[in-house]
């Protein structure tokens, strides 16, 4: 049977079970798009090509399925740049489709015309320029396959418009053969005797646990791993979810802004068992001063990201769900010889608790994040923007379930929180989905608000508004003399509860500590979108706080007085 290039690609989307397309029409996809409407996969019109791969991309952090979305040609395709990155940063598994001039137009600067597979190479997985309609169901077919299996990530395909009129005969293969390309399925059992040995011989073990732990799914594993030898456990702000945070042996996050608690466990430990972490900048801080004391264990499924950065003891090379489940076989259970190092680590605990003064005067962005938590029950899928927004939110929001923090951690995209949002409830339809923002990442997308509206989505967007690009404004605080340049937006944005209520959503402004609660709750009460404005103090800091190129044992900010 012969069909049309248009006609093969939706028929592909649909043998992977794929049910919702994010996406933004142009000249170029006109023909994929008349199939679009013919078809049962759903769509969701974003405002911003940005904002339909940040929804694509979110949709699959908090399914664990791959997102799919598509574009036009040219700036369609270029406006996709940055979701891309973030989700490869991230290691998303993403499938993006983009538009673009005939085959014989090609190289000639025609209209609309962008090389997206040369823009993208760095940013991908993998990309194809479609050159023969014959091989359009191979290509979806890969790349589905290449996204999501060993380390995820998004992947580029480029779909010439002559390719969607083309006929070929459509034939989905039922397996893929990449010539070297290999998922590794087999573990080292020697590496992970050695492992075990280290576990077994240490006094103050830590679990670092990193957004890896996540995608494979063994947050079981990590309980049960952390009970059995009475380990702490510290997360990435990827990680976050992979253990609950409310459990005794939680640590929190760890890095610039982690506790102090969790930062003195990593600079005192004697084993630092890593799992699915990548071992960034912001968690290690200065790298010669990281875990000094500490043999380290890093388990990864991508080769390239052991000794990248620090100095690793045991390597282990594999998918993070079979390596555990050997692991916790060899492993000794704890008999009690590291109550004293868990007795330091309480001790830290109860001396340097993440704390803020509440004066009873002004809304504090901190006590925002913590009503949240409570009126959700720490239920919610929780997604921000980037800066101080998203570290309170990493602070403050006790997470104790997988997929319930979707952040943008490596690239650090503003402008990602608020399709992340839409994504995320498209995704799980059923939970409360709340957006963390700052009044200057909310502006990077927030024309989306009226994609939420369009589909009467009940996310709920709360704006912790303090007039600054707070994250900028706090480093010139502290580094730059007090010299904000460039970062007031004081009498400078719009009324945010205008702007919602201008694409039709529900506006709330908050004001008084006393307000927080109830508007909280009648947000949740409405069921469509709102928009809270929360005028919070403007000049709060996010501690604790590690100096660019510190130590993490140098933290600033954050005692109790």
């Not at 992977?16 to 996809?29: A, C, K, L, N, Q």
């Not at 996050?253 to 466990?265: D, E, F, I, V």
């Amino acid at each position: 049977m012969e069909l049309t290039g248009a006609q093969i690609l939706i028929r592909c989307l649909q043998e992977e079970g794929v049910d919702t397309i994010f996406g933004y029409p142009g000249g170029r996809v006109l023909n994929i798009y008349d199939e679009i409407f013919k078809s049962n996969i759903g769509h969701i019109l974003t405002r911003h090509e940005q904002g339909a791969v940040h929804a694509a991309d979110a949709y699959a952090r908090v399914t664990g399925r791959p997102g799919v979305c598509i574009t036009t040609s040219g700036p369609g395709a270029t406006n996709a740049v940055t979701g891309i990155a973030t989700a490869h940063m991230d290691s998303v598994p993403l499938i993006v489709f983009t538009g673009q001039v005939g085959l014989t137009s090609l190289g000639r600067d025609s209209f609309q015309e962008a090389d997206i597979t040369g823009i993208t190479l760095p940013i991908t997985k993998h990309s194809y320029l479609v050159k023969d309609t014959k091989d359009l169901a191979r290509i979806i077919k890969e790349a589905f396959y290449i996204a999501t299996t060993g380390r995820p990530g998004p992947v580029v395909i480029d779909v010439p418009s002559d390719i969607t009129v083309n006929k070929a005969r459509f034939d989905y293969p039922k397996t893929v053969n990449l010539r070297g390309y290999r998922v590794l399925k087999k573990v080292n059992l020697l590496q992970i005797n050695q492992a075990a040995n280290v576990i077994n011989e240490s006094y103050r073990p830590v679990l670092y646990v990193g957004g890896g732990a996540i995608i494979s799914g063994i947050t079981d594993e990590i309980l049960a791993l952390a009970e059995k030898v009475k380990i702490p456990v510290t997360t990435t702000l990827m990680g976050l979810g992979a253990f609950p945070e409310t459990h005794r042996l939680s640590l929190g996050m760890l890095g610039m802004h982690g506790t102090h608690y969790a930062n003195y466990a990593i600079c005192e430990c004697d084993c630092l068992i890593a799992v699915g972490a990548r071992f960034d900048d912001r968690v290690t801080g200065k790298i010669e001063t990281f875990a000094p004391k500490a043999r380290v264990v890093h388990i990864d499924i991508d080769a390239a990201e052991i000794g990248k950065n620090v100095r690793v003891d045991v390597p282990i090379v594999g998918d993070a769900r079979t390596v555990l489940i050997e692991l916790l076989a060899r492993v000794n259970a704890d008999t009690g010889e590291r109550a004293e190092w868990l007795d330091r680590v309480e001790q830290w605990k109860q001396e340097y608790p993440l704390h803020y003064t509440q004066d009873g005067e002004n809304v504090k962005p901190q006590h925002v994040i913590e009503q949240i938590y409570e009126v959700t029950r720490g239920e919610a899928i929780i997604t921000t923007e980037v800066g101080q927004n998203q570290m309170w939110a990493a602070q403050y929001y006790k997470f104790s379930q997988p997929r319930t923090m979707v952040t943008s951690g490596g690239l650090g995209t503003m402008g990602f929180g608020l399709p992340a949002a839409i994504g995320a409830q498209i995704g799980q339809p059923d939970k409360i989905v709340f957006g963390i923002s700052g009044d200057g990442s909310f502006q990077m997308n927030s024309q989306e608000m009226a994609t939420a509206v369009a589909y009467n989505l009940p996310v709920k967007v709360a704006i912790l508004n303090n007039g600054y690009l707070g994250m900028v404004r706090q480093w010139q605080q502290l580094f730059y003399g007090g010299r904000y340049s460039q970062t007031d937006l004081l009498g400078v944005s719009p009324d945010f509860v205008k702007l919602a209520e201008a694409y039709g959503a529900v506006g709330i402004r908050v004001e008084r500590p006393e307000e927080v609660r109830p508007a909280l709750e009648k947000a949740l009460s409405i069921p469509g979108p709102v928009l809270l404005d929360f005028v919070v103090d403007r000049e709060e800091n996010v501690f604790p706080m590690v100096p660019p190129g510190g130590s993490l044992d140098d933290m600033l900010g954050g005692c109790m007085d």
